[in-house]
């Protein structure tokens, strides 16, 4: 018989897998710090189990983690980009990024996305698979003990390979499990949501209750660039886009990040930078503008450094918090559109 995976079972059903025995609760909070916060890869190395229960455990469930295939590290910035093989030989990336005081890691929800945003490489691999929830933590739990003895502020995006509120279900599972004090303990405050604008994916995001940040990737002011930059997502006007990220940072108390993807020549004049700062003006929002990395075969060009200062200077009067975030790990393909994966063969 082939033993399950015990990582794929929710911490909800972790605890009823031991109490169903007739076992002790502290039994299944032991199990969860093992498997999360201490990531262990086998039941053998949970030392404070019995070992009959360890034994029988061990006839029904092994622990499978994610396999990094491959660990990129940025001559320029010392990014990490990540390349998990899943066990159906699909893969996906993930990036660490440094900072003095603090980590932020971007994790990917599918193999590929189904939106096909223009500037994307993800978009470009086409639709392959959402991620399961135990492969979304799966991308966390090899760097977990790297990241936490560092101690600094640990951020989670999920700005990686696909759109996250296409796979919503599994978004929230592995949310609750990063977020449980018995796993990796992290505030809603410490992760993001980043969506190309999937409206009916916002309004169910917020009533989750999780109080997860959210960011919606914006990248234009009229509906035509839109369309043109984002034409699957454009489907749903602007208006009501930014109705629901009001609404939603109304209901948690926390602005909305508008994430702003300058491109040369598309959505980088002086009438875009007055026309977002009008859109934006006196909502809960901050505008995080992110110059374009070039990305094979887009025919898209980015903007010079003067350009992003004047078009930040020009937003910035109308909005109150406006930052400009180059992109890390431009040489390791690791910038913000540049994820991008094939599957194994044989
Ligand atoms: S930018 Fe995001 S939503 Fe658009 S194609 Fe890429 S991964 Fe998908």
Known sequence: MEKKDLRRLTLPELRDLITDR?????R????????YDKGVESLARMTDLSLSLREELGSEFEIRGLTIEEERISRIDGTRKFLFRLSDGEAVESVLMPAERRMTLCLSTQVGCTLDCIFCQTGRMGFRRNLEPHEIVGQ?????TRIRDLRLRTNLVFMGMGEPLHNLPALVTACRTMMDPLALNLSGNRITVSTAGVLSGIRRLADTGLGVRLALSLNATTEEVRARLMPKAARTPLRELLAAA???????GSRVTIEYVLLR???DTEEDA??????????????NIIPYNPGAGTGLDAPDR?????????????APVVTVRWSMGPDISAACGQLHTTRATG
């Open 274 to 287: 007055r026309r977002l700062g009008r859109m934006l003006r006196g909502g809960p929002f901050k505008i």
């Open 28 to 35: 299944y909070r032991q199990i969860a710090r093992w498997l």
């Open 306 to 318: 003067e350009r992003v200062d004047t078009f930040a200077r020009r937003v910035w009067p109308q």
């Open 246 to 252: 009001r609404g939603y940072a109304e209901r948690y």
């Open 265 to 267: 020549r598309i959505n």
């Open 140 to 144: 966390i739990l090899p760097l977990w």
């Open 22 to 26: 007739g076992l002790p609760e502290y």
